[in-house]
């Protein structure tokens, strides 16, 4: 079956860097463009970076824009996100999903990791 698993979160000060990543098995992953998402404690989740399934054509959520980057390696059914100059409203659960070329929904999520950022 397909997973998602993602990893690299952790608990930094503001400032910090990390990397995520998300490791996929048991889909064909060049047919699949990759997002994360983020969802904080009592919000609804919400969109942080999407990429293409060549590893093309990068979008970014103004709050994140020059701050984080996502890349994918093909070879190894993995999408990163590297998220520099964290702040405390990056703090929240971050999901990686995919979704099929062409369609709007994603057909699969990933548990999520938690980012902590503290002041």
């Known amino acids: 079956q397909v997973q998602l698993v993602e990893s690299g979160g952790g608990l930094v000060q503001a400032g910090a860097s990390l990397r995520l990543s998300c490791a996929a098995s048991g889909l064909t992953f060049t047919r699949y463009v990759m997002g994360w998402f983020r969802q904080a404690p009592g919000k609804e989740r919400e969109f942080v970076s999407v990429i293409s399934s060549n590893g093309g054509s990068p979008y970014y959520a103004e709050s994140v824009k020059g701050r984080f980057t996502i890349s994918r390696d093909n070879a190894k059914n993995t999408v990163y996100l590297q998220m520099n100059s964290l702040k405390p409203e990056d703090t929240a659960v971050y999901y990686c999903?995919?979704?099929?070329?062409?369609?709007?929904?994603?057909?699969?999520w990933g548990q999520g990791t938690q980012v902590t950022v503290s002041s």
């Open positions: 999903a995919a979704k099929v070329i062409g369609v709007t929904r994603y057909n699969y």
